[in-house]
Structures are given as C-alpha cells and as structure tokens.
C-alpha cells in the first residue's frame, strides 16, 4: 500500500516534468496536483531532494536496469534485439527524457543519473552488439550510433512515433549486418587498391 501511494508522487513528478519542467518540481506542485498536505509529503520523503532522489531512481530503475536485466534473458542477437525494441517501445517517455536531460544539464544530481543510465544502456549494447562481430570498434560504433538514435528520435520535434521508429531501427540493424558482411568480403579477397586522383 505505502509502495502505491509512493509511486502516486511519482506518477504526479513525471507529469510535471513532462509540462513544466525540472524547475515546476516543487512540493507545493506535488501537493496540489495530488490534492494532499504537505505533511502527506514528509511522511513518504525527507524533503524535496530526497524525493528527487527516489524520482531518478524510478527512472533509472524503468528506463534501464528492468529493461536490461529482461533483455539479458535471451541468448541470440536476434532474440536480445527483439526483446530490447518491445520493451523499450512500451517504456517510450519521449517528453520526459527530454525533461530529465534538460534537468541533468543544471543539476549534479540529475547529471549524476543520466550519466549512470546513458553508460548502462551502451554497456549492455557494446555486449549486445558483440555478438553480431568480435572486433570490439565496430561494436562500439555501431552501439554508438543506435544509441544516438535513439535519443535523438526523442529530440526531434515532433518525437519519432512508435511505428516509424521501428522501421528505421530495423533498417538501421541491417545497414550493420550489410557492413559486416561487406567487410569480411573486403578482408578475404585483400586490400582493395587505392585510388588516385
């Protein structure tokens, strides 16, 4: 029960980031959204920067490591990748990862989170991508690529809808695969000769 009333506030800070912004976190905002006291408030928080504080860490806890630990269950590329796009198509928050990097680039403590996400998220696609080819710089480009894809389908405005999204990120994947693929041809058959002009 207590659980639920929390997530309450939550559910009340990330409405208020997605119209206001960081700066319309406030107590009094929370307490009249919600319609309660700000004595209800103490009693679930210490004060505005403990609630901050539990705030990113619901979303770190959404936007990373459920999504993470779920997509590590399945063994194959194709199976991670899969599981990856539907999760992270129904965990979609476009307005409020927009909010939160603005909030990161004036607060330390929001920074502090966005940058614990942003290395999680491409630590789990370097290991992902690892499976699609062993030589780790490809596997590095090619993690940070799809990840500024990513975040930067959230940036344009209007955000990237659901379907279309997934339609370059599948033809996103198979650029990759025909990179593979046209390398290792490219490395079997030897250096191709040098153009001159």
Excluded at 58 to 68: G, K, L, N, V, Y
Excluded at 160 to 181: P, R
Aim: hydrophobic share 35%; net charge positive; charged share 25%.
């Amino acid at each position: 029960m207590k659980k639920t009333i929390k997530n309450n506030w939550f559910a009340e800070g990330f409405k208020i980031l997605r119209s206001t912004g960081a700066a319309g976190l406030t107590i009094e905002n929370l307490t009249q959204g919600l319609n309660k006291t700000k004595g209800s408030f103490y009693h679930h928080f210490k004060n505005r920067n403990d609630y901050s504080r539990q705030l990113l860490e619901q979303w770190e806890e959404s936007q990373a490591i459920e999504i993470i630990q779920s997509s590590k269950q399945k063994k194959t590329l194709e199976g991670i990748n899969e599981t990856l796009v539907n999760l992270s198509e129904k965990a979609m928050d476009p307005k409020t990862e927009v909010a939160i990097r603005a909030w990161a680039l004036r607060d330390p403590l929001a920074r502090k989170f966005q940058e614990r996400i942003d290395s999680q998220r491409m630590d789990f696609l370097r290991n992902m991508f690892s499976l699609m080819t062993d030589d780790k710089d490809k596997a590095e480009l090619f993690s940070l690529i799809r990840y500024c894809f990513y975040i930067g389908s959230h940036q344009i405005i209007p955000a990237m809808d659901e379907k279309v999204y997934g339609q370059n990120l599948a033809a996103l994947m198979e650029m990759f695969e025909q990179y593979i693929q046209n390398n290792t041809i490219i490395t079997k058959k030897g250096p191709a000769h040098e153009n001159h002009y």
